[in-house]
T-cell receptor, first 116, second 115 residues
Framework: AQSVTQLDSHVSVSEGTPVLLRCNYS??????LFWYVQHPNKGLQLLLK??????LVKGINGFEAEFKKSETSFHLTKPSAHMSDAAEYFC??????????????FGAGTRLFVKA | GAVVSQHPSWVICKSGTSVKIECRSL??????MFWYRQFPKQSLMLMAT?????????EQGVEKDKFLINHASLTLSTLTVTSAHPEDSSFYIC???????????FGPGTRLTVL
C-alpha cells in the first residue's frame, strides 16, 4: 500500500540559509514522486517530479530533491532560502492502482517559514 | 506545465442554494480531472475523479448527489455543490492530467463560503 509521511509539520529557517523538507514514502511498485508548493489561497504548483530517470531531480526556483530508494526518502532541498519561499509544501506519491489507473497520495504538508 | 483555470475564485452563497464551479484546461487536453477540497491548515482531500465523457468516481464518504461533477469535454469539468450548507464551506481545487501521465496540474482554487 502507498503512503507518504512528511516528517515535519512546519520548518523555520532564516533567509539565505539552506532548506530541508523531509518526505518518506512507501509504495508497492515503482512510484512517481512529486513536490508541490502552495501559497496561501492558491492552487498547487509543481516544483519537481521524479520518474526513475535520475535520482537527483532539479526543479523550479532552485529546489531539488534526491530519491533514495534504500531510505525510501525524497527530501526537498534548496541551498539558500528566500522570503518568497514561505509557503506550504506537499510531497506526493503516484503509483499504479489495481484498476490500472494512477493512485495519488498526498502528504500532510510542511509549512515553511522564512525569517528575515 | 499545463495551465488550469477555475471560476469563480471565490463565492459566497446562502444556505440551501447551489453553486457551480468551473475548471478549465487552457492549453491541454485533460483526459482526467480531479476535484479536491481543502480545509484550513490541512492537506488536500480527493473528492472524485472524472474522465471525459464518463461518470465521475467518488471517494468513500463523498455524496455524489450533493457534489455533482460533469466532465463534458476535454477542457471543461464542473463541480456543483447542491443545497449548500455552512459545513460545505471550504477551498475547492481541481487538477488535471493528460493521457498516460500521472502529473497533475492544479487550478488556483475556489473559496466557497456558505452563510
Amino acid at each position: 500500500a502507498q503512503s507518504v509521511t512528511q516528517l515535519d509539520s512546519h520548518v523555520s529557517v532564516s533567509e539565505g540559509t539552506p532548506v530541508l523538507l523531509r518526505c518518506n514514502y512507501s509504495s508497492s511498485y515503482s512510484p512517481s514522486l512529486f513536490w508541490y508548493v502552495q501559497h496561501p489561497n492558491k492552487g498547487l504548483q509543481l516544483l519537481l517530479k521524479y520518474t526513475s530517470a535520475a535520482t537527483l531531480v532539479k526543479g523550479i526556483n532552485g529546489f531539488e530533491a534526491e530519491f533514495k530508494k534504500s531510505e525510501t526518502s525524497f527530501h526537498l532541498t534548496k541551498p539558500s532560502a528566500h522570503m518568497s519561499d514561505a509557503a506550504e509544501y506537499f510531497c506526493v506519491v503516484s503509483d499504479l492502482s489495481a484498476t490500472g489507473g494512477f493512485k495519488t497520495i498526498f502528504g500532510a504538508g510542511t509549512r515553511l517559514f522564512v525569517k528575515a | 506545465g499545463a495551465v488550469v483555470s477555475q471560476h469563480p475564485s471565490w463565492v459566497i452563497c446562502k444556505s440551501g442554494t447551489s453553486v457551480k464551479i468551473e475548471c478549465r484546461s487552457l492549453d491541454f487536453q485533460a483526459t482526467t480531472m480531479f476535484w479536491y477540497r481543502q480545509f484550513p491548515k490541512q492537506s488536500l482531500m480527493l473528492m472524485a475523479t472524472s474522465n471525459e465523457g464518463s461518470k465521475a468516481t467518488y471517494e468513500q464518504g463523498v455524496e455524489k448527489d450533493k457534489f455533482l461533477i460533469n466532465h463534458a469535454s476535454l477542457t471543461l469539468s464542473t463541480l456543483t455543490v447542491t443545497s449548500a450548507h455552512p459545513e460545505d464551506s471550504s477551498f475547492y481545487i481541481c487538477s488535471e492530467t493528460g493521457r498516460g501521465t500521472d502529473t497533475q496540474y492544479f487550478g488556483p482554487g475556489t473559496r466557497l463560503t456558505v452563510l
